[in-house]
């Protein structure tokens, strides 16, 4: 079994900051691209960033280089700084593994994990 575990989500004003991790867990030989999304109430799920094993990134217009998205290999571990919040940043974040190598030589496909709240609010 797979699971991703988020965590660093809660209320901020605008213009702070926020760190968000995602742990990957259980039988796991190796994890590919790797990344972050969100859902705001009543619209759909958007991507933030993606990072793939190697380290490349990929953002969303939005982002407009406030957020950064990096990765430790050896823990599994998905990370997104997020700085200069606003209000439209509020949503669920998730996180998300494309594809994921378990132990047993098996491919888990487009694994997510439950969802952080982060809300943008003076």
């Known amino acids: 079994q797979v699971q991703l575990v988020e965590s660093g989500g809660g209320l901020v004003q605008p213009g702070g900051s926020l760190r968000l991790s995602c742990a990957a867990s259980?039988?796991?030989?190796?994890?590919?691209?790797m990344g972050w999304y969100r859902q705001a109430p009543g619209k759909q799920r958007d991507l933030v960033a993606t990072?793939?094993?190697?380290?490349?990134?990929n953002y969303a217009d939005f982002v407009q280089g406030r957020f950064t998205i990096s990765r430790d290999n050896g823990k599994n571990t998905i990370y997104l700084q997020m700085n200069s919040l606003k209000p439209e940043d509020t949503a669920v974040y998730y996180c998300?593994?494309?594809?994921?190598?378990?132990?047993?030589?098996?491919?888990?496909?487009?694994?997510w994990g439950q969802g952080t709240q982060v809300t943008v609010s003076s």
């Open positions: 998300n593994a494309e594809r994921v190598r378990t132990t047993g030589r098996r491919w888990k496909y487009n694994v």
């Open positions: 259980g039988s796991i030989f190796s994890v590919d691209d």
């Open positions: 990072i793939s094993s190697g380290g490349y990134t």
